[in-house]
């Protein structure tokens, strides 16, 4: 009898130890539970921000194909025009040339002159025209006609010459 008090004891004992470590395990389970809530919240909300960005690269890559199709047709208006501009500088550089080598045919060269005050030019009949109170009156030129060169003086065609001859230097 003693010994099967001793054996019931002992299981009483191990029965309350049981009961102990069930409730810690207990314990334990619940925080999982809990973590479980939490990460499958965190995995919603990873999913929706996935959603997200699958449907903002699209639209970016919607985006990017439209600006490089503006792009490609833009830069093949550019080439166009650059090569009309070509064309139109080359047509320009044998055209002032023909101008300077007919030029300097048709016209002697001169030995420099000393510093002289500039040709005055006759005013215009009529009234002076006076807008600004003491702004004297403009003197017109003449208008550059090719043909009229050899009939005008020789100042005068010297002094188109140059200033044709300035601006081709300039130009190039």
């Known amino acids: 009898m003693i010994l099967g008090l001793i ?17 810690i ?8 539970r809990d973590g479980q809530d939490g990460l499958k919240a965190i995995i919603e909300g990873l999913d929706a921000a996935t959603l997200r960005a699958q449907t903002g690269v699209a639209e970016l890559r919607v985006s990017g194909e439209a600006v490089s199709t503006k792009l490609t047709e833009q830069v093949g208006k550019a080439r166009s025009l650059a090569d009309e ?8 550089t044998r055209l002032a040339d023909r101008l300077e080598s007919g030029w300097a045919a048709t016209t002697k ?6 510093l002289a005050a500039p040709p ?16 004297p009156p403009v ?4 208008p550059f006609t090719p043909g009229a060169v050899a009939d005008e003086d020789d100042e005068t065609s010297n002094k188109w010459e140059d200033a044709l001859l300035k601006a081709l230097r300039e130009a190039r």
């Open 7 to 23: 054996l019931e004891g002992l299981v009483g004992i191990l029965l309350v130890v049981t009961v102990v470590y069930c409730a």
């Open 25 to 32: 395990l207990d314990r334990r389970l619940r925080a999982l």
């Open 85 to 92: 501009l070509e064309i139109m500088v080359e047509a320009a």
């Open 109 to 114: 060269p001169e030995p420099p002159r000393a």
């Open 120 to 135: 005055v030019h006759a005013t215009p009949p009529g009234p002076p025209r006076t807008t600004l109170g003491s702004v």
């Open 139 to 142: 003197r017109s030129e003449p």
